[in-house]
């Protein structure tokens, strides 16, 4: 039986295949701030942002026919099916002239990442890993008032579980793999700013003018 990577492979018909891009996973939990320190990567190294997060949120606000699905997982912290997040990631990569990315908040789970890897053939440069205390994290999240469906505490409970469960075992295999740039996510937002100006610096990325 095909399953969606083989079809998605077709599907692609080597587009993202062969358009080389660099892409930083950016990883973190809940509130953690990466689209925060995002923003601020975008601004200073000349990377576009994909947020998993927003663009399945764009895909809810659009009326897709996974409108109700995505809405019904993300109120619940679950993690959206690869075949749906993967499409969204794959197509948001090609419709962009820019060939650096920050994906921010995917892979999720081991699932994500093996399936990302297989589909679009792509490796992370390496992995920012935002490390922060669930004490820290939950006050960000009821704090921010942007009125996310999922910034509520019983849901906030389940998403740091799912983290802790599915998206920390990412960040072992990576860490294994000598990939991740773990940052003390706790301080202010600039002193976290500072560790990931120089993540970025030693790899590399030229600082813009
Ligand atoms: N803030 C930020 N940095 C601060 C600092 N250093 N000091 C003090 N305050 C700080 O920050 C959160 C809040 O904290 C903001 O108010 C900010 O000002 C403040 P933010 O930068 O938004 O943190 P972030 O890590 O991006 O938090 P977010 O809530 O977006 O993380 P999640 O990983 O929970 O959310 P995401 O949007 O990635 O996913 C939501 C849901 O979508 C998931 O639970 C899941 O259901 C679904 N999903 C999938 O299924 N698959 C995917 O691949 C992605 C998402
Ligand atoms: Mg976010």
């Known amino acids: 039986m095909e399953t969606f990577v ?8 080597g587009s993202v295949q062969n358009k080389s891009v660099t892409v930083v996973f950016v990883l973190g939990g809940p509130g953690s701030g990466k689209g925060t320190q995002c923003a601020n990567i975008v601004e200073h190294f000349g990377y576009t942002h994909l947020s998993a997060g927003d663009l399945l949120r764009a895909e809810i606000k659009s009326g ?10 993300i109120k619940e912290g679950k993690i959206v099916p690869s075949e749906v997040t993967i499409k969204l990631l794959q197509r948001a990569i090609q419709e962009n002239g820019n060939d650096k990315f920050l994906i ?35 006050r960000r999240l ?6 996310r469906v999922d910034d ?8 740091f579980k799912v983290f802790l469960d599915s998206s920390l075992p990412v960040i072992e295999y990576y860490n294994a793999k000598g990939k991740v740039r773990k940052i003390d996510a706790a301080k ?3 002193g976290v700013f500072e560790s990931v100006r120089s993540v970025f610096t030693v790899s590399g990325d030229k600082v813009a003018a």
């Open 104 to 138: 921010d908040g995917f892979p999720r789970n081991e699932e994500n990442r093996a399936a990302f890897e297989s589909v679009t053939g792509i490796e992370p440069e390496f992995v920012l890993f935002f490390d922060c205390s669930e004490e820290e994290m939950e």
């Open 142 to 147: 009821l704090n921010r008032n942007q009125g």
């Open 64 to 73: 897709s026919e996974n409108g109700t699905l995505i809405d019904n997982m």
């Open 6 to 13: 083989d079809a998605a492979k077709k599907d692609a018909n």
């Open 152 to 159: 509520n505490i019983e849901t906030i409970r389940k998403r």
């Open 188 to 190: 202010p937002i600039e």
